[in-house]
């Protein structure tokens, strides 16, 4: 029994000075740098999409939205221009869906929405404008933000709108 606890300590010895037993730390390291690396990655692309606009058409009313730099809102951008058919749905926003996976996603919230809010809801592949407030808090990718004109939507019914990227 003693023979057994010797070799058993020998070999751990042997693992520990030959840096076998650190390999913990060599994964620590590498998943930090990736961190550090995906940081930079997100920095840079929110500096690429700053100040990036959409220009949206309904009938004879235009309005512009600034976007956020997310995997939606990049996949949303491929897309453009594009006109979509679009529900008003609940009385508080427009509504395109394009089905559960439509978008993918990167930076979901769940918290309440402004007015004017352009936002991915995923589980039904939703593109929504929201252009009223009732307080509800619903998860969602955010793809952009409408400073003034939404309350056109309001009794509007369904409409073809038109989405294209500004220069």
Same mark, same amino acid.
């Given at each position: 029994?003693? &023979? /057994? ?7 751990? +010895?042997?693992?520990?000075? +030959? ?14 740098? !990736?961190?550090?690396?995906?940081? +930079? ?13 959409? &220009? /949206? ?13 997310? %995997? @939606? ?9 594009? +006109?979509?058919?679009?529900?008003? #749905? ?27 809010? /352009? @936002? ?5 592949? !939703? #593109?929504?404008? #929201? ?14 933000? /409408? ?8 009794? %509007? ?11």
């Amino acid at each position: 029994m003693r &023979k /057994i606890i010797v070799l058993a300590i020998a070999i751990l +010895t042997f693992f520990v000075l +030959t840096g076998c037993g650190g390999s913990t730390n060599v994964t620590q390291d590498t998943q930090q740098s !990736s961190n550090a690396q995906t940081r +930079t990655e997100n920095q840079k692309g929110d500096e690429r999409m700053k100040g990036t606009k959409i &220009k /949206i058409t309904v009938g004879d009313n235009v309005l512009y939205a600034n976007l956020e730099d997310n %995997a @939606a809102t990049r996949a949303l951008i491929k897309k453009l221009p594009m +006109t979509l058919p679009m529900e008003n #749905l609940y009385s508080r926003e427009m509504c395109y869906r394009y089905g559960q996976g439509g978008l993918p996603t990167d930076r979901l919230r769940s918290d309440h929405y402004e007015v004017g809010d /352009i @936002a991915y809801w995923p589980p039904r592949g !939703s #593109l929504v404008i #929201l252009y009223k407030q009732n307080g509800e808090e619903f998860e969602r990718q955010q793809i952009g933000h /409408i400073n003034q004109g939404v309350e056109m939507f309001e009794n %509007a019914g369904n409409k073809q709108v038109t989405f294209e990227l500004t220069e």
